[in-house]
């Protein structure tokens, strides 16, 4: 059975760092890359970063990008978002997702959406507060 489960959220003020967990189990990061998803209310479901352990690849979305760094730990299976500088315009539920064979540079390349991703964390809370 394929799980993946994130950890991490919270409430932190503006300016502040977070770091999110992903634990994945029932699949291999050398085939499968791993986003991370946001969405906050009313708003769809955006991709704002992905690794891909297959290359070593890495691919954040603009809006991110220089605040948030993605890694992944293949040997505990956990692929990590460190969060920094948050602003409240990141507050959100945050979500893991598995795509097969994907890499992450396609991300931007291709604009991929979360219909590539075939499995779902339950996903996480996140508030930046002012």
């Known amino acids: 059975e394929v799980q993946l489960v994130e950890s991490g959220g919270g409430l932190v003020q503006a300016g502040g760092s977070l770091r999110l967990s992903c634990a994945v189990s029932g699949l291999s990061l050398e085939k499968y890359a791993i986003g991370w998803f946001r969405q906050a209310p009313g708003k769809e479901r955006e991709a704002i970063a992905c690794?891909?352990?297959?290359?070593?690849?890495?691919w954040y979305a603009e809006s991110v990008k220089g605040r948030f760094t993605i890694s992944s730990d293949n040997a505990k299976n956990t692929v990590s978002l460190q969060m920094n500088s948050l602003k409240p315009e990141d507050t959100a539920d945050y979500f893991c997702a598995a795509g097969y064979l994907i890499l992450a540079q396609s991300m931007g390349v291709m604009s991929l959406g979360p219909e590539y991703f075939e499995y779902w964390g339950q996903g996480i809370q996140v508030t930046v507060s002012l």
């Open positions: 690794s891909s352990s297959s290359d070593g690849g890495t």
